[in-house]
């Protein structure tokens, strides 16, 4: 739940490496990898969407929460200046287009990560003690009926 749509499954892995390598402390990379999936590239515009909202609730912006005015204003200010290069266009957009909401987004994205990790942490805990205690019954289960058998 962080606006690092394609980079998280190679965070996620380095994450597991330092964790298992260095402090010794295990967790399932496979579950680790699954959670990034929530976010991937047909959910993207939508969460982008809303960790820019709130980043521009957190900020104070309420002038402009949805962005289109900054949007229409960097718009205009690119493709109307004559002085620019079609390459000096591309890099002014791109250089905008992380000031002006890269900087919300990410900012935005910290309570959902939050909020995300706790949730899924809670999710996944849950499921694993479920599993273990249903694996102990089958278990004592079946050691009641190959005591029974064998007597």
């Not at 597991?16 to 991937?40: E, M, P, Q, R, Y």
């Not at 959910?43 to 820019?52: C, E, H, Q, S």
């Not at 104070?60 to 002085?83: A, E, M």
């Amino acid at each position: 739940m962080t606006p690092t749509i394609g980079i998280q499954m190679f965070m996620i892995a380095g994450t597991w490496l330092f964790l298992t390598k260095v402090i010794k402390w295990d967790f399932s990379l496979l579950a680790g990898l699954g959670w990034t999936w929530t976010s991937n590239v047909f959910t993207m515009i939508p969460l982008y969407y809303l960790f820019y909202i709130t980043g521009q609730i957190m900020m104070g912006n309420w002038g402009d929460i949805s962005g289109f005015d900054q949007f229409s204003h960097l718009v205009g200010q690119i493709n109307n200046n004559p002085d620019l290069s079609f390459w000096g266009k591309i890099s002014l957009w791109m250089v905008n287009l992380f000031k002006g909401w890269g900087v919300p987004m990410f900012l935005g994205s910290i309570p959902w990560a939050i909020f995300s990790s706790w949730l899924g942490y809670k999710i996944a805990y849950n499921y694993v003690v479920r599993h273990r205690e249903k694996r102990a019954q089958r278990m004592a289960e079946n050691s009641k009926e190959n005591s029974r058998t064998a007597a």
